[in-house]
Protein backbone atom coordinates (compact mmCIF):
# COMPACT_ATOMS: atom_id res chain seq x y z
CA UNK A 1 0.00 0.00 0.00
CA UNK A 2 1.69 2.94 -1.08
CA UNK A 3 2.44 5.76 1.43
CA UNK A 4 3.07 9.08 -0.88
CA UNK A 5 1.38 8.46 -4.36
CA UNK A 6 1.57 11.06 -6.87
CA UNK A 7 -0.38 10.95 -10.26
CA UNK A 8 1.07 11.41 -13.24
CA UNK A 9 3.96 9.92 -12.70
CA UNK A 10 4.96 11.35 -16.37
CA UNK A 11 3.29 14.33 -18.46
CA UNK A 12 4.46 15.75 -21.27
CA UNK A 13 2.89 18.92 -22.68
CA UNK A 14 3.58 21.80 -24.41
CA UNK A 15 4.55 25.27 -23.84
CA UNK A 16 1.63 27.60 -22.36
CA UNK A 17 -0.49 24.69 -21.16
CA UNK A 18 -2.24 24.06 -18.02
CA UNK A 19 -1.45 21.18 -15.66
CA UNK A 20 -2.02 19.68 -12.35
CA UNK A 21 -0.31 16.84 -10.73
CA UNK A 22 -2.27 14.98 -7.67
CA UNK A 23 -0.64 13.80 -4.27
CA UNK A 24 -2.66 12.02 -1.27
CA UNK A 25 -1.04 10.44 2.07
CA UNK A 26 -2.14 7.55 3.36
CA UNK A 27 0.41 8.04 6.77
CA UNK A 28 -1.99 10.45 8.38
CA UNK A 29 1.00 13.06 8.41
CA UNK A 30 0.14 16.79 9.17
CA UNK A 31 2.51 18.37 6.95
CA UNK A 32 2.46 18.05 2.93
CA UNK A 33 5.55 19.33 0.72
CA UNK A 34 6.40 19.83 -3.12
CA UNK A 35 9.84 19.93 -3.84
CA UNK A 36 11.50 20.44 -7.15
CA UNK A 37 14.13 18.36 -8.73
CA UNK A 38 15.38 19.95 -11.14
CA UNK A 39 17.97 18.58 -14.11
CA UNK A 40 21.08 18.56 -12.11
CA UNK A 41 19.41 16.66 -9.21
CA UNK A 42 19.87 19.64 -7.50
CA UNK A 43 15.99 19.59 -4.78
CA UNK A 44 14.88 22.23 -3.48
CA UNK A 45 11.30 23.03 -1.72
CA UNK A 46 8.42 24.87 -2.87
CA UNK A 47 5.43 24.62 -1.00
CA UNK A 48 4.61 23.06 2.46
CA UNK A 49 1.00 22.79 4.40
CA UNK A 50 0.52 22.05 7.92
CA UNK A 51 -2.82 20.96 8.25
CA UNK A 52 -4.56 22.36 5.24
CA UNK A 53 -2.46 25.94 5.98
CA UNK A 54 0.12 27.09 3.85
CA UNK A 55 3.27 27.54 5.60
CA UNK A 56 6.48 27.41 3.24
CA UNK A 57 6.04 29.39 -0.34
CA UNK A 58 9.61 29.90 -1.25
CA UNK A 59 9.16 32.47 -3.79
CA UNK A 60 7.86 30.43 -6.32
CA UNK A 61 6.14 32.13 -9.30
CA UNK A 62 2.58 32.46 -9.19
CA UNK A 63 2.13 30.53 -11.97
CA UNK A 64 2.03 27.57 -9.21
CA UNK A 65 -0.46 27.29 -7.24
CA UNK A 66 -0.84 24.31 -4.58
CA UNK A 67 -4.11 23.34 -3.30
CA UNK A 68 -4.88 21.03 0.14
CA UNK A 69 -8.29 20.21 0.24
CA UNK A 70 -7.73 17.89 3.15
CA UNK A 71 -4.46 16.90 5.09
CA UNK A 72 -3.86 14.05 3.43
CA UNK A 73 -3.73 15.60 -0.22
CA UNK A 74 -1.83 18.43 -1.65
CA UNK A 75 -2.55 18.99 -5.16
CA UNK A 76 0.51 21.51 -7.44
CA UNK A 77 -1.49 23.30 -10.41
CA UNK A 78 1.00 25.04 -13.16
CA UNK A 79 -0.92 27.60 -15.32
CA UNK A 80 1.03 28.79 -18.43
CA UNK A 81 3.81 26.31 -18.51
CA UNK A 82 7.40 27.57 -19.24
CA UNK A 83 10.19 25.44 -21.02
CA UNK A 84 12.04 25.80 -17.43
CA UNK A 85 9.30 24.18 -15.29
CA UNK A 86 10.58 21.06 -16.78
CA UNK A 87 11.73 19.13 -13.69
CA UNK A 88 10.95 16.12 -11.40
CA UNK A 89 8.18 17.35 -8.99
CA UNK A 90 8.04 14.73 -5.63
CA UNK A 91 5.39 14.59 -2.86
CA UNK A 92 6.17 14.47 0.31
CA UNK A 93 5.07 14.25 3.78
CA UNK A 94 6.02 14.18 7.27
CA UNK A 95 4.15 13.95 11.16
CA UNK A 96 6.89 16.15 13.13
CA UNK A 97 8.16 19.64 11.23
CA UNK A 98 12.07 19.75 11.71
CA UNK A 99 13.14 16.56 13.25
CA UNK A 100 10.98 14.36 11.61
CA UNK A 101 11.65 12.67 8.22
CA UNK A 102 10.03 13.06 5.08
CA UNK A 103 8.77 10.56 3.20
CA UNK A 104 8.67 11.08 -0.56
CA UNK A 105 6.66 9.90 -3.62
CA UNK A 106 8.00 8.48 -6.85
CA UNK A 107 8.14 11.95 -8.52
CA UNK A 108 5.83 13.29 -11.51
CA UNK A 109 8.22 13.99 -14.22
CA UNK A 110 7.12 16.98 -16.17
CA UNK A 111 8.45 17.83 -19.86
CA UNK A 112 7.40 21.04 -21.63
CA UNK A 113 8.04 20.82 -25.12
CA UNK B 1 22.13 31.52 6.32
CA UNK B 2 21.75 28.14 6.66
CA UNK B 3 23.66 25.76 3.81
CA UNK B 4 24.93 22.07 3.43
CA UNK B 5 27.50 20.94 1.19
CA UNK B 6 28.17 17.52 -0.07
CA UNK B 7 32.05 18.50 -1.57
CA UNK B 8 31.85 15.51 -3.82
CA UNK B 9 30.02 15.25 -7.43
CA UNK B 10 30.75 11.25 -7.12
CA UNK B 11 32.13 8.31 -4.71
CA UNK B 12 33.86 5.00 -6.22
CA UNK B 13 33.92 2.20 -3.90
CA UNK B 14 34.95 -1.43 -4.40
CA UNK B 15 32.55 -3.80 -3.35
CA UNK B 16 33.78 -4.73 0.39
CA UNK B 17 35.47 -1.41 0.67
CA UNK B 18 33.79 1.40 3.32
CA UNK B 19 32.58 3.73 2.02
CA UNK B 20 32.18 7.87 3.29
CA UNK B 21 30.02 10.26 1.98
CA UNK B 22 30.90 13.41 2.70
CA UNK B 23 28.28 16.48 4.34
CA UNK B 24 29.08 19.76 5.96
CA UNK B 25 26.44 22.52 6.86
CA UNK B 26 26.22 25.67 8.24
CA UNK B 27 23.52 26.90 10.58
CA UNK B 28 23.08 28.59 14.19
CA UNK B 29 21.95 26.97 16.69
CA UNK B 30 21.12 23.38 16.81
CA UNK B 31 20.96 21.60 13.50
CA UNK B 32 19.19 18.55 12.38
CA UNK B 33 20.48 16.45 10.35
CA UNK B 34 19.87 13.51 7.30
CA UNK B 35 20.74 11.22 4.83
CA UNK B 36 18.51 10.05 2.49
CA UNK B 37 18.70 8.03 -0.62
CA UNK B 38 17.78 8.11 -4.20
CA UNK B 39 17.90 5.23 -6.70
CA UNK B 40 17.41 5.73 -9.95
CA UNK B 41 13.95 7.14 -11.18
CA UNK B 42 12.40 6.69 -7.34
CA UNK B 43 11.46 8.83 -5.00
CA UNK B 44 13.91 10.19 -1.80
CA UNK B 45 14.06 6.98 0.87
CA UNK B 46 15.16 8.06 4.51
CA UNK B 47 18.30 6.59 5.68
CA UNK B 48 18.64 8.64 9.22
CA UNK B 49 18.94 11.44 11.45
CA UNK B 50 20.62 13.28 13.90
CA UNK B 51 18.67 15.04 16.46
CA UNK B 52 20.21 15.27 19.56
CA UNK B 53 22.35 12.66 21.79
CA UNK B 54 24.92 9.71 20.73
CA UNK B 55 26.95 11.59 17.86
CA UNK B 56 27.12 8.29 16.22
CA UNK B 57 23.59 7.38 14.62
CA UNK B 58 22.81 4.51 13.18
CA UNK B 59 20.05 3.89 9.95
CA UNK B 60 18.42 1.69 7.74
CA UNK B 61 20.59 -0.78 5.53
CA UNK B 62 23.89 -0.88 7.25
CA UNK B 63 24.73 2.82 7.24
CA UNK B 64 25.54 4.82 9.93
CA UNK B 65 26.60 8.42 10.41
CA UNK B 66 28.99 10.90 12.60
CA UNK B 67 28.12 14.09 13.84
CA UNK B 68 30.92 16.02 14.46
CA UNK B 69 30.43 19.88 15.90
CA UNK B 70 33.62 21.45 15.85
CA UNK B 71 34.03 20.52 12.36
CA UNK B 72 30.69 21.02 11.20
CA UNK B 73 30.28 17.80 9.68
CA UNK B 74 27.66 14.93 9.25
CA UNK B 75 29.21 12.15 7.53
CA UNK B 76 27.68 8.99 5.42
CA UNK B 77 29.73 5.66 6.67
CA UNK B 78 29.04 1.92 6.15
CA UNK B 79 31.60 -1.05 6.58
CA UNK B 80 31.03 -2.71 3.71
CA UNK B 81 29.52 -1.61 0.55
CA UNK B 82 27.30 -3.70 -1.75
CA UNK B 83 27.33 -2.93 -5.37
CA UNK B 84 23.09 -2.71 -4.49
CA UNK B 85 24.26 0.75 -2.45
CA UNK B 86 24.91 2.24 -6.15
CA UNK B 87 22.59 5.47 -5.86
CA UNK B 88 22.18 9.38 -5.49
CA UNK B 89 22.80 10.33 -1.89
CA UNK B 90 21.44 13.62 -0.16
CA UNK B 91 22.36 15.28 2.85
CA UNK B 92 20.00 17.39 4.30
CA UNK B 93 19.93 20.05 7.38
CA UNK B 94 16.41 21.16 9.00
CA UNK B 95 15.22 22.58 12.48
CA UNK B 96 15.29 26.15 11.07
CA UNK B 97 11.66 27.20 11.60
CA UNK B 98 9.51 24.18 12.68
CA UNK B 99 8.13 24.44 9.40
CA UNK B 100 9.85 20.81 8.27
CA UNK B 101 11.62 22.54 5.50
CA UNK B 102 14.83 20.95 4.49
CA UNK B 103 18.31 22.37 2.65
CA UNK B 104 19.27 19.79 0.87
CA UNK B 105 22.73 19.41 -0.53
CA UNK B 106 23.95 18.96 -3.74
CA UNK B 107 23.83 15.40 -3.54
CA UNK B 108 26.75 12.16 -4.24
CA UNK B 109 26.70 9.59 -6.65
CA UNK B 110 27.83 6.64 -4.90
CA UNK B 111 29.30 3.86 -7.32
CA UNK B 112 30.15 0.64 -6.05
CA UNK B 113 32.16 -1.69 -8.38
CA UNK B 114 32.07 -5.06 -8.46
Known amino acids: DTAVSQTPKYLVTQMGNDKSIKCEQN?????MYWYKQDSKKFLKIMFS???????INETVPNRFSPKSPDKAHLNLHINSLELGDSAVYFC????????????FGEGSRLTVL | AQSVAQPEDQVNVAEGNPLTVKCTYS??????LFWYVQYPNRGLQFLLK??????LVKGSYGFEAEFNKSQTSFHLKKPSALVSDSALYFC????????????FGQGTTLQVKP
Open chain 1, 92 to 103: ASSQVADTGELF
Open chain 1, 27 to 31: LGHDT
Open chain 1, 49 to 55: YNNKELI
Open chain 2, 27 to 32: VSGNPY
Open chain 2, 50 to 55: YITGDN
Open chain 2, 92 to 103: ALGGSSNTGKLI
